[in-house]
């Protein structure tokens, strides 16, 4: 079964309380997300191999440690994980972007895929899927699913705010992906938007509604 890791630092709670706030415009939700992101990318990247070096202070000669070649993807489902690709960039600037367009149904609530480009080596890349959003879990299941079409097998799913409805469905389809959040909410609304939640982040990070 894939791990469930809580990313409940401080700093993470009380800029989730502000992206929460439906008085929070975009601009300053659009800032929130990719500092939140950014925060995550720290713990999200914790198990990153090292590889020693030498190198020479201006004392003298040391060892140091550096993270050893691996080749990461950053995957944001379209639109909203476009907000967590700049805070995550910004701690790994080499990561390479590819995008999955899904939108969700409103009726049906299934994921409809739109788009689709992928750096050329994916299988080769341990992969991180950004979505603020982890609700039924049907728009993450589908990416996972293309993803591991396509041969990719190193795959983290990383989200601000989840349903437990949402975990349960991508551990069951998926067990071997862990699942990074900032916050497990209390459950989805007869919408299925996730409550408390933050409401539709698409239309948040936009302005669209
Ligand atoms: O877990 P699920 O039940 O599939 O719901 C979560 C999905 O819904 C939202 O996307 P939305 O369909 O609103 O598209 P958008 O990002 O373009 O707004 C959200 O960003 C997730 O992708
Ligand atoms: O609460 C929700 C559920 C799905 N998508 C969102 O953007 N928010
Ligand atoms: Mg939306």
């Given at each position: 079964?894939?791990?469930?890791?809580?990313?409940?630092?401080?700093?993470?709670?009380?800029?989730?309380?502000?992206?929460?706030?439906?008085?929070?415009?975009s601009?300053?939700?659009?800032?929130?997300?990719?500092?939140?992101?950014?925060?995550?990318?720290?713990?999200?990247?914790?198990?990153?191999?090292?590889?020693?070096?030498?190198?020479?202070?201006?004392?003298?000669?040391?060892?140091?440690?550096?993270?050893?070649?691996?080749?990461?993807?950053?995957?944001?489902?379209?639109?909203?994980?476009?907000?967590?690709?700049?805070?995550?960039?910004?701690?790994?600037?080499?990561?390479?972007?590819?995008?999955?367009?899904?939108?969700?149904?409103?009726?049906?609530?299934?994921?409809?895929?739109?788009?689709?480009?992928?750096?050329?080596?994916?299988?080769?890349?341990?992969?991180?899927?950004?979505?603020?959003?982890?609700?039924?879990?049907?728009?993450?299941?589908?990416?996972i699913?293309f993803?591991?079409?396509?041969?990719?097998?190193?795959?983290?799913?990383?989200?601000?705010?989840?349903?437990?409805?949402?975990?349960?469905?991508?551990?069951?389809?998926?067990?071997?992906?862990?699942?990074?959040?900032?916050?497990?909410?209390?459950?989805?609304?007869?919408?299925?938007?996730i409550?408390?939640?933050?409401?539709?982040?698409?239309?948040?990070?936009?302005?669209?509604?």
């Amino acid at each position: 079964m894939g791990k469930v890791i809580v990313l409940d630092h401080p700093l993470i709670k009380h800029k989730l309380t502000f992206i929460r706030d439906k008085n929070t415009g975009s601009k300053e939700f659009r800032e929130l997300v990719k500092e939140v992101s950014m925060l995550m990318a720290y713990e999200v990247t914790r198990d990153l191999p090292l590889e020693e070096i030498e190198i020479e202070t201006p004392i003298t000669t040391t060892k140091g440690q550096i993270i050893s070649g691996k080749k990461l993807g950053l995957i944001p489902i379209l639109r909203a994980g476009l907000g967590m690709v700049d805070g995550m960039l910004s701690i790994l600037p080499a990561a390479k972007v590819g995008h999955i367009g899904l939108y969700r149904d409103p009726e049906t609530l299934k994921p409809v895929e739109y788009y689709c480009k992928l750096p050329y080596d994916i299988e080769e890349r341990e992969l991180i899927l950004l979505d603020p959003m982890l609700a039924t879990g049907g728009s993450a299941t589908a990416a996972i699913d293309f993803l591991k079409e396509k041969g990719c097998n190193s795959i983290k799913l990383v989200c601000l705010i989840a349903a437990p409805e949402g975990i349960d469905a991508v551990q069951k389809a998926h067990p071997d992906v862990d699942i990074y959040v900032a916050s497990i909410d209390e459950k989805l609304n007869e919408d299925a938007y996730i409550v408390p939640g933050l409401g539709d982040a698409g239309d948040r990070l936009f302005g669209t509604k």
